[in-house]
């Protein structure tokens, strides 16, 4: 039997087992770890392009906005 992945309450899929997760649970820790505002290199403009993703999903993975990652 396959693993059923972290599911939220009502069932659905969450963080990198999600179908359209961009990223996995290690790269948003870095990522969060990373973050320092007001220090170049380290905004989320910097992160984002880093990560290959839009700037608006890196400020939700910052801001904590994407639901079942903690």
Do not use: C, F
């Not at 007001?38 to 290959?52: D, N, P």
Request: aromatic share 8%; hydrophobic share 40%; charged share 25%.
């Amino acid at each position: 039997m396959a693993p059923r992945g972290y599911r939220n309450a009502q069932g659905y899929r969450i963080g990198s087992w999600h179908g359209r997760a961009k990223l996995t649970e290690e790269q948003v820790a870095r990522a969060r770890a990373e973050h320092q505002p007001g220090v170049r290199g380290r905004g989320i403009l910097a992160l984002a392009k880093r990560y290959g993703v839009s700037m608006a999903t890196m400020r939700d993975v910052l801001s904590y906005a994407i639901p079942g990652l903690m």
